[in-house]
């Protein structure tokens, strides 16, 4: 498939599919000439696979997160806020 099919099935920008790719989370393109690239079908919808598999686990981390900010006293996330910037 093509950068545009890949963008299509994905819905990730170009930038970003580059991005994943050279943080290794995404398949990798194939070079098919010195200026076409395409990608395997295969590769693309296993990787959409494993996202949507991934997303619909429970995750401790988030759970965890979603306590953590509940547990924050009123005005702490605007002192936060304060010290961040």
Do not use: H, N
């Not at 989370?25 to 991934?54: C, D, G, Y």
């Amino acid at each position: 498939m093509r950068l545009p099919e890949v963008r299509a099935l994905t819905s990730l920008s170009t930038a970003t599919i580059y991005r994943l790719m050279d943080d290794g989370t995404f398949p990798q393109s194939v070079k098919l000439s010195k200026r076409a690239t395409a990608w395997l079908e295969s590769e693309v919808t296993a990787w959409i696979a494993e996202r949507v598999s991934a997303s619909r686990q429970p995750s401790a981390t988030a759970a965890g997160s979603r306590l953590a900010r509940q547990a924050l006293p009123a005005g702490a996330v605007a002192e936060r806020r304060a010290v961040l910037s």
